[in-house]
């Protein structure tokens, strides 16, 4: 009982971390932004914010799920426990392998047809912001969790281990949809550890051979090392979001949560 209250703990913690983070990349995304033609911001806010809503449905009950699983399996199978590591080690162990599978899981929903009918919803979006890190389809939520649950007890991971990768990745997602303009020399510097915006950006290409690329979630690293990274410096000409998919009537909430039961 106490691993599902500490679960609980957990996403409003995670939650909270969110919500401040993306307030203050809204205002910064005012004052500086990078597409600076950018308008309707409030409307474009509300659409994304009604579907992470709808999110919510599916990731509360599922961290009550993580918890009783977690707690169930830490008595059938330790996992990287196995390793008798040092405890900050194996917490650093056990981060790394779900970043990967973040990287895995991300470049599956790109190669795989019938998971890019739900992933593709997130890449609809021509006006990139902070609030686009919330745009996902409820069914493409809803298959990550049900992957993700089983994969953490196999690794072995327990609450605080995705309370403390939680509290690191939802911050740098935001940041790397965000539509705040940082001098390029900064952005340089970030993309050696996390996506910056500018890698994030041009994986938000309407160019197939851009957006299939730099899937990282928290760190860049897999990007360079499973050869999917890309980059280039001058984004003048970037076309965001998907072809025939910018018209208003295609981007509302019941269309954009029927989109992939289209022909």
Do not use: C
């Amino acid at each position: 009982m106490a691993e599902i209250f500490f679960s609980i703990d957990l996403r409003i913690l995670s939650y909270g971390t969110t919500i401040a983070a993306g307030m203050l990349l809204w205002i910064l995304e005012g004052l500086n932004p990078f597409f600076s033609e950018q308008k309707r911001r409030s409307l474009h806010a509300k659409l994304n914010l009604s579907m992470a809503a709808l999110n919510l449905l599916i990731l509360l009950p599922s961290s009550i799920l993580m918890a009783f699983m977690l707690a169930w399996s830490k008595t059938a199978w330790a996992g990287i426990g196995m390793l008798t590591l040092p405890p900050a080690l194996e917490a650093i162990l056990i981060i790394l392998l779900i970043d990967l599978w973040m990287y895995v899981w991300h470049r599956l929903n790109h190669e795989m047809a019938f998971l890019w009918r739900f992933h593709s919803v997130h890449h609809s979006d021509a006006t990139l912001d902070v609030t686009t890190s919330w745009r996902f389809h409820y069914l493409e939520i809803l298959i990550s969790e049900l992957l993700r649950i089983p994969l953490v007890m196999m690794i072995g991971a327990g609450i605080e281990h995705l309370l403390l990768y939680s509290l690191f990745m939802t911050p740098v997602i935001e940041f790397h949809h965000s539509n705040v303009s940082i001098p390029p020399a900064l952005d340089r510097l970030a993309r050696l550890i996390i996506p910056s915006p500018m890698m994030h950006r041009l994986h938000h290409s309407r160019l197939r051979s851009e957006h299939d690329s730099n899937y990282g979630s928290m760190l860049s690293v897999w990007d360079r090392l499973f050869g999917s990274f890309l980059m280039r410096d001058n984004l003048d000409d970037l076309r965001l979001g998907l072809d025939h998919e910018s018209d208003s009537d295609k981007q509302r909430l019941f269309a954009l949560l029927v989109r992939p039961f289209r022909p």
